[in-house]
Nanobody
Framework: QVQLVESGGGSVQAGGSLRLSCEAS????????MAWFRQAPGKEREFVAA????????YYADSVKGRFTCSRLNAKNTVYLQMNSLKPEDTAVYYC??????????????????WGHGTQVTVSS
């Protein structure tokens, strides 16, 4: 089992920045691929970014490319999401996810076995 805990959410004005963190505990000896998803009220959960266990492969949704940066520090069992130039449409609950492979597609929620409880990000105009 792996437990994921997100932190770093909050309220900012448009154009501002936030840095989310996701700390893993439990079976952290496994080589998990990690990802960030988000879910706005009344909408489906959507892919934001994914990073391979080594950190050598990183992928972004088109809507955040150039503004968000995903990274990981395996020594601290932590994944980060640096969010710059935030827009009101970025408002959502952000979830961290871990999975053993991307065979079902890295943007698919079904590729991830473990999820955090989420952290709220609110961007005002």
């Amino acid at each position: 089992q792996v437990q994921l805990v997100e932190s770093g959410g909050g309220s900012v004005q448009a154009g501002g920045s936030l840095r989310l963190s996701c700390e893993a505990s439990g079976r952290t000896d496994s080589t998990f691929q990690m990802a960030w998803f988000r879910q706005a009220p009344g909408k489906e959960r959507e892919f934001v970014a994914a990073i391979s266990w080594s950190g050598g492969s990183i992928y972004y949704a088109d809507s955040v490319k150039g503004r968000f940066t995903c990274s990981r520090l395996n020594a601290k069992n932590t994944v980060y999401l640096q969010m710059n130039s935030l827009k009101p449409e970025d408002t959502a609950v952000y979830y961290c996810a871990a999975g053993s492979s991307w065979t079902r597609g890295l943007q698919s929620t079904s590729s991830y076995d473990y999820w955090g409880h989420g952290t709220q990000v609110t961007v005002s105009s």
